[in-house]
């Protein structure tokens, strides 16, 4: 069965710290590796990584693919308090292009 | 439409009854998907249509449940006998078509509390 587990489950910071997410997978027939944010209700598309170390960034958003280590990271640098979401990674396989999502990583930045 | 729409965007019923969600996905995508999120946990993956065949229907959690996608378009999830299990967030997500490369874009979701 496909596995996606992300770390921390939470994390409390304060704005202008920067914060590392974690996420680790198993699947079969690995295509793709996403990173949503989500704030109230729909996941927002951040990232979707295919290649192993190539870096994608956004702002002061980052991630990078390790498809020897099977994970995946994401960096906010200077973290904001609207960057306070739930960040969830998902990783897309099997013979049907579903997404397996992870529980996700609960980011809460104070001022 | 500018993005995926789902309707109603809360839905309280009771025990028992069936319940129908309806997704409009974004137009021109072929591909369409439903997720549960529960309290707590992750995006649970009930169903994938590709145009109005669904080839994985993998995800769904008991015979209560079905969808449907006519003209490739429009999906609705029917959820029937409801159970307060079933309580949870139902997501909808389209993308271009099912392949490498196709991000998934999510609707609203639709907050359905079974009493």
């Known amino acids: 069965e496909d596995k996606v587990v992300q770390s921390p489950l939470s994390l409390v910071v304060h704005e202008g710290d920067t914060v590392t997410l974690n996420c680790s997978y198993e699947?079969?027939?690995?295509?793709?590796l996403l990173w949503y944010k989500q704030e109230k209700k729909a996941p927002t598309f951040l990232f979707m990584l295919?290649?192993?170390?190539i870096e994608k960034k956004s702002g002061r958003l980052s991630s990078i693919l390790d498809k020897k280590e099977l994970s995946s990271i994401l960096n906010i640098t200077a973290t904001q308090t609207g960057d306070s979401a739930i960040y969830l990674c998902?990783?897309?396989?099997?013979?049907?292009?579903?997404?397996?999502f992870g529980k996700g990583t609960l980011l809460t930045v104070n001022p | 439409g500018a993005g995926v729409s789902q309707s109603p965007s809360n839905k309280v019923t009771e025990k028992g009854k069936d319940v129908e969600l309806r997704c409009d996905p974004i137009?021109?995508?072929?591909?369409l998907y439903w997720y549960r999120q529960s309290l707590g946990q992750g995006l649970e993956f009930l169903i994938y249509?590709?145009?109005?065949?669904?080839?994985?229907k993998s995800g769904l959690p008991s015979d209560r449940f079905s969808a449907e996608r006519t003209g490739g378009s429009v999906s609705t999830l029917t959820i029937q006998r409801t159970q307060q299990e079933d309580s949870a967030v139902y997501l909808c997500?389209?993308?271009?078509?099912?392949?490498?490369?196709?991000?998934?874009?999510f609707g609203p979701g639709t907050r359905l509390t079974v009493l």
């Open positions: 699947v079969t027939n690995f295509r793709s």
């Open positions: 137009s021109g995508h072929t591909a």
């Open positions: 998902a990783v897309e396989g099997g013979s049907n292009y579903k997404l397996t």
């Open positions: 997500a389209s993308s271009l078509s099912s392949g490498r490369g196709n991000e998934q874009f």
């Open positions: 249509f590709q145009g109005n065949s669904a080839p994985d």
């Open positions: 295919t290649s192993s170390g």
